[in-house]
């Protein structure tokens, strides 16, 4: 509208070449400005965040097909957030044909935070990527070193970071490699098998037991495995196994450099 009276106004002046030559600049410099400001809606991002950056960045870095988003498990924390001194934050790679999917992902990592609520640690806005297999391996094994191979490729040094795959190849259900028991860049990853979904796997742990836990617990504490006929989450023994965490365990858990302190909790 406002281009409109001016076109109107310059051609009342239209008599001089003065008048003619102003009108060829201005109108120049009025759809110049016209085309820009349309340019500018249409480039002004609408609705949910927009995740093409990061999924750009993990395909670059060689997750083909790369998607990454949030994992909403704030459920958990509803009724008693105030109850939380720590957090961590996880990153979840879901390779893709390896048994896995997001939603039993979600559930994992639900039982993940309820386990770690025992600590006051608060699993915080954890990023899953689904991705294209690298190398096309689901099937991973430690001796030729694919796990390294895999950790080389993460675009970011967040940790602790988690693979999802379908198995390993010298038959372990899960590892995990804490600070001191492995060079970067695979310090603080963990590999966790679809094995662990299974019925059979399940009927020989203690209910409510979550192995993804246990291999954080690994990385958390920078440790092995304990002995002891106590059932502890990090326990050596299948059937001792649980989600059971001693005070101890917790004040070593939020000494680790990838546990921080909620501010004025």
């Given at each position: 509208m406002v281009y409109h009276y001016l076109y109107i106004f310059l051609f009342t002046l239209s008599g001089s070449l003065f008048a003619k030559t102003t009108i060829q600049k201005l109108s120049r410099q009025i759809n110049r400005l016209s085309h820009l400001n349309q340019s500018m809606v249409r480039s002004c991002p609408l609705g949910?965040?927009?995740?093409?950056?990061?999924?750009?960045?993990?395909?670059?870095?060689?997750?083909?097909?790369?998607?990454?988003?949030?994992?909403?498990?704030?459920?958990i924390y509803q009724s008693d957030f105030n109850r939380y001194t720590h957090s961590v934050d996880l990153t979840l790679v879901n390779l893709k044909g390896a048994g896995w999917d997001k939603e039993l992902l979600?559930?994992?990592?639900?039982?993940?935070?309820?386990?770690?609520?025992?600590?006051g640690i608060k699993v915080n806005n954890p990023k899953y990527v689904e991705t294209d297999p690298p190398y096309s391996r689901v099937d991973i094994s430690e001796?030729?070193?694919?796990?390294?191979?895999?950790?080389?490729?993460?675009?970011?040094?967040?940790?602790?970071?988690?693979?999802?795959?379908?198995?390993?190849?010298?038959?372990?259900?899960?590892?995990?490699?804490?600070?001191?028991?492995?060079?970067?860049?695979?310090?603080?990853?963990?590999?966790?098998?679809?094995?662990?979904?299974?019925?059979?796997?399940?009927?020989?742990?203690?209910k409510g037991y979550s192995p993804t836990a246990h291999e954080l617990a690994h990385i958390f504490g920078n440790c092995e495995h304990i002995e002891g006929k106590d059932y502890n989450i990090l326990s050596k023994y299948y059937d001792r196994v649980s989600s059971d965490i001693t005070k101890a365990q917790c004040d070593s858990f939020k000494r680790s450099n990838l546990v921080k302190e909620i501010p004025d909790a």
């Open positions: 949910d965040k927009d995740n093409s950056i990061d999924d750009r960045i993990w395909r670059d870095a060689g997750f083909s097909n790369a998607t990454v988003s949030i994992l909403d498990i704030s459920n979600k559930k994992t990592l639900e039982r993940v935070a309820e386990v770690y609520k025992q600590c001796e030729k070193n694919h796990d390294a191979a895999l950790a080389k490729l993460l675009p970011s040094p967040s940790r602790p970071t988690l693979f999802f795959i379908r198995s390993n190849i010298e038959g372990k259900t899960g590892f995990a490699w804490p600070k001191d028991f492995a060079d970067p860049p695979i310090q603080n990853t963990a590999f966790i098998t679809a094995e662990v979904n299974t019925s059979e796997y399940k009927e020989k742990r203690q």
